[in-house]
């Protein structure tokens, strides 16, 4: 089973700018999707970005033209570029590789009014 970690969670003032990264335990590069999720507190979990292996993305609406993800393959990493970041974007944020259904830990975002 491959591991996922997330870093770069934290706190931010709302129109801020953050950047989380998610490195698995194994090589991503034949991954044929990686997403990111986030959960609210008191809300499901919803997805908020994909990228496929062809560098096709999609992103829930409510993130549309704020945030960007991106995979660097020589570096096996997922990146979630965040920016003019709004309370409404706090959440436990989840890296997922899609095509095995794995999770990783998870982290915090925090944005302050």
């Known amino acids: 089973q491959v591991q996922l970690v997330e870093f770069g969670g934290g706190l931010v003032q709302s129109g801020g700018s953050l950047r989380l990264s998610c490195v698995p335990s194994a090589s991503i590069f034949s991954a044929k999707s990686m997403a990111w999720y986030r959960q609210a507190p008191g809300k499901q979990r919803e997805l908020v970005a994909t990228i496929t292996n062809s560098g096709s993305t999609n992103y829930a609406d409510s993130v549309k033209g704020r945030f960007t993800i991106s995979r660097d393959n020589a570096k096996n990493t997922v990146y979630l570029q965040m920016r003019s970041l709004k309370p409404e974007d706090t959440a436990v944020y989840y890296c997922?590789?899609?095509?095995?259904?794995?999770w990783g830990q998870g982290t915090q975002v925090t944005v302050s009014s």
């Open positions: 997922h590789y899609d095509d095995f259904n794995y």
